[in-house]
């Protein structure tokens, strides 16, 4: 299948040339042969898949209309909730969780007649930037099994990337999907906050995470997030939007106003990655773009205000697995207090945990006013930061990340310099705006780098033009790695 693009196969799938079928069995046996040196896929529904496949199949043969999906393969990170089929969030507190219930977004897929293969691993909780802390052990790079995958949807990356399946969903809190994407050689898209509901999706900070989209090109991502979009009445910051029609064309970008951030390419930034970049945006101007430079002066706060509202955020959201009403409890136990503790040390990993303390410190009294209040105040200002920059500009483009993938175990012991591979994405979150990212090079170890285009709310559309005309014009996205 690798690298066939989603129109590609729809289109085999329509006329006879492929069946659903053999669509998914071919997934299965790819996973079958890498997924034991990979890591990305932590539980294979084959049985299903097959069986939902073959009833597709004979739905297409007897001329039934079929949904956008038509029975491709898609597979979901594992903080994404599908009725009686493992979520275990990649953490020991949760590792016997099957949920009753599933997300919107899996209705959706299933009602596009989408077919659902298994779930993908990731951080715990989906927190951290590498896919190692997960308690099923770390998403290695398809590119070079050494390299980490990104995070937190590391595994989602992989997966597309090794070919396991065409379509991925992830969720991305501060470039979850974006940063991995890039690692990994392919496209990921974040949508605007609200645009996919987050109904089933396991919490780490509710006003900043938002499901989206990875496949290999442009069209595959348009294609998921057509299907999975839309309001839903059980998330009460689901927008009532009407979904448009996604059609992905490409072609000329005359008349586009596309903004280079100054403070992205600043210090810190890999110089292979500023090259790559900078020859990225040379071939958007050649496709009639006009390049400006625009400045967001507040991104260099992103980092702090981020973790301060993630953390805070977290450590609410977390509260609730106390081995009482949900999660592990713990086996012994003195008494209740005792058995809350335990059975929290006991349940989360040192990074989850990390953030949790940080989260109740800034939230306790006394220190509310000094850390959570004022970075709610300079989130404020980084969403006015980009409002000014979409008066001048249509989109922004720079680096998603500021290396390519790095050494696994590298960081692990360095919080912050983990914390600092999102410095380009974060922003974007904290504002609420769409942003994808698309492959634009290599390094000479041969190590992917990804472009990031940021564009205003709701304005999907245009990044989306944006990243299939810039991939007409260059195949990086097609590239595959040696292992496969």
């Given at each position: 299948m690798h690298p066939v693009s989603v129109p590609q196969l729809l289109t085999e799938l329509k006329s006879g040339a492929l069946t659903s079928r053999q669509l998914v069995q071919s997934c299965l046996d790819r996973i079958a042969r890498f997924n034991p040196q990979i890591n990305a896929v932590v539980h294979v529904a084959a049985q299903t898949a097959l069986e939902q496949a073959d009833r597709i199949d004979a739905r297409r043969a007897s001329g039934q209309p079929l949904g956008i999906l038509a029975g491709l393969p898609v597979a979901v990170k594992d903080n994404i909730c599908v009725r009686d089929m493992p979520t275990t969030c990649g953490s020991r507190m949760l590792q016997n969780f099957i949920p009753?219930?599933?997300?919107?977004?899996?209705?959706?897929?299933?009602?596009?007649?989408?077919?659902?293969?298994?779930?993908?691993?990731?951080?715990?909780?989906?927190?951290?930037?590498?896919?190692?802390?997960?308690?099923?052990?770390?998403?290695?790079?398809?590119?070079?099994?050494?390299?980490?995958?990104?995070?937190?949807?590391?595994?989602?990356?992989?997966?597309?990337?090794?070919?396991?399946?065409?379509?991925?969903?992830?969720?991305?809190?501060?470039?979850?999907?974006?940063?991995?994407?890039?690692?990994?050689?392919?496209?990921?898209?974040?949508?605007?906050?609200?645009?996919?509901?987050?109904?089933?999706?396991?919490?780490?900070a509710s006003s900043l995470d938002q499901i989206g989209a990875l496949a290999t090109d442009a069209a595959g991502c348009a294609l998921l997030l057509q299907a999975v979009s839309g309001h839903d009445c059980r998330d009460s910051t689901s927008l009532k939007q009407t979904t448009p029609n996604w059609s992905v064309t490409g072609g000329s970008l005359?008349?586009?106003?596309?903004?280079?951030?100054?403070?992205?390419?600043?210090?810190?930034?890999?110089?292979?990655?500023?090259?790559?970049?900078?020859?990225?945006?040379?071939?958007?101007?050649?496709?009639?773009?006009?390049?400006?430079?625009?400045?967001?002066?507040?991104?260099?706060?992103?980092?702090?205000?981020?973790?301060?509202?993630?953390?805070?955020?977290?450590?609410?959201?977390?509260?609730?697995?106390?081995?009482?009403?949900?999660?592990?409890?713990?086996?012994?136990?003195?008494?209740?207090?005792?058995?809350?503790?335990?059975?929290?040390?006991?349940?989360?990993?040192?990074?989850?945990?990390?953030?949790?303390?940080?989260?109740?410190y800034a939230l306790s009294a006394g220190y509310y006013d000094a850390y959570y209040l004022k970075a709610l105040k300079m989130r404020r200002r980084i969403q006015e930061d980009f409002e000014a920059a979409f008066q001048q500009v249509d989109v922004l483009a720079g680096p998603t990340a500021p290396t390519a993938a790095f050494a696994l175990g590298s960081k692990l012991s360095d919080p912050l310099e983990m914390y600092l591979s999102d410095i380009c994405t974060i922003s974007t979150n904290l504002a609420g705006l769409p942003g994808i990212s698309v492959p634009c090079g290599m390094t000479a170890d041969g190590r992917p780098i990804g472009l990031q285009l940021q564009s205003a709310a709701l304005q999907e559309s245009v990044l989306l033009q944006v990243a299939a005309s810039y991939q007409q014009a260059a195949d990086w996205h097609l590239r595959q790695p040696a292992l496969l």
């Open positions: 009753p219930h599933s997300a919107h977004v899996i209705e959706r897929i299933v009602a596009a007649d989408g077919i659902l293969l298994g779930k993908l691993n990731l951080d715990e909780f989906a927190m951290g930037s590498s896919s190692e802390t997960s308690i099923f052990g770390p998403v290695r790079n398809p590119w070079n099994l050494q390299l980490s995958a990104g995070g937190s949807s590391g595994g989602s990356a992989a997966a597309v990337a090794a070919g396991f399946v065409p379509l991925a969903l992830g969720s991305d809190t501060g470039g979850s999907i974006r940063q991995p994407a890039a690692f990994c050689g392919v496209t990921g898209l974040k949508p605007t906050y609200g645009r996919v509901s987050r109904y089933g999706l396991v919490a780490y005359q008349g586009l106003k596309v903004g280079v951030v100054r403070e992205h390419f600043g210090a810190g930034l890999d110089s292979e990655v500023a090259t790559a970049v900078q020859t990225a945006v040379s071939r958007l101007q050649a496709a009639g773009a006009d390049i400006r430079e625009v400045s967001l002066p507040n991104s260099r706060y992103a980092i702090a205000t981020y973790y301060l509202i993630a953390c805070c955020e977290a450590s609410s959201n977390l509260a609730r697995y106390d081995g009482i009403h949900y999660g592990h409890r713990a086996a012994e136990f003195q008494d209740l207090t005792d058995l809350y503790c335990q059975s929290r040390a006991e349940g989360f990993g040192a990074e989850v945990k990390r953030r949790i303390m940080l989260g109740t």
